[in-house]
């Protein structure tokens, strides 16, 4: 994998990170619950964990169909699945809600994989790994390929969560999201129709 195409994930990263749907809003809730600091780095690991999970699920069963279909198959495939998911989330704006505040470890991973399957934070990963991993094509290089750029993404959501869930929770306040905030979710929409196009110009 190229550099290029290394800061292009964690910059993937760090943007699903800083989308409170992705669970910092949920750990800092967690902590205010509480009253505690400890619950809300406490919500963090699983919350990233399932959101790897659902990448590496969405990139492992890409890399199926790359070892079975011709790769530009494959290429346009990935280019209309992005861009109908894309037009998708433009239209269909509402949040799942599957748990709620009172969770375990593993029920928080949970929601966290469902709400990182439902934006589709795997397929905005998968023109990167398309066009810029370099690594082979077999099985071997697939699967490398593929952990190497979850790692990547899941490192830099995991700094921008943890920065994010920490300042919101010490200084700021839930309180902040009234008076400063803009739509996350139109341009993560607006970033997959675009990722689609990209992938299948490419």
């Known amino acids: 994998m190229d550099l290029t195409s290394a800061l292009i994930l964690a910059g993937l990263g ?8 992705m669970g910092w809003l949920f750990a800092v809730a967690l902590g205010l619950q509480e009253r505690s600091r400890a619950a809300v780095l406490r919500a963090l690991p699983p919350i990233v964990l399932g959101h790897a999970g659902s990448v590496l699920v969405t990139l492992g069963l890409v890399s199926v169909a790359r070892l079975a279909a011709p790769p530009r ?23 799942p809600r599957w748990v ?3 969770v375990t470890g ?10 990182a399957t439902a934006h589709g934070a795997g397929l905005m990963v998968l023109p990167v790994t398309l066009h810029g ?3 082979g094509h077999g099985a071997a290089a697939l699967a490398s390929q593929s952990l190497l750029a979850t790692a990547i993404h ?6 921008m969560t943890t920065a994010l869930a920490l300042v919101v929770y010490e200084w ?3 309180a ?3 008076k400063a905030w803009f739509n996350l979710d139109l341009v993560w929409a607006v970033a997959l129709i675009g990722a689609g196009v990209s992938a299948a110009l490419t």
């Open 14 to 21: 760090a943007f699903h990170g800083l989308n409170p749907a």
């Open 73 to 95: 198959l494959v290429s346009y495939g990935v280019a209309a699945l992005v861009c109908g998911f894309g037009v998708w989330r433009l239209v269909r704006r509402r949040h």
């Open 100 to 102: 709620g505040m009172r």
């Open 106 to 115: 593993w029920q928080l991973a949970g929601w966290s994989f469902l709400m």
């Open 133 to 135: 991993g370099h690594g």
């Open 154 to 159: 899941t490192l830099s959501m995991l700094a």
């Open 172 to 174: 700021l306040g839930v």
């Open 176 to 178: 902040v999201l009234r």
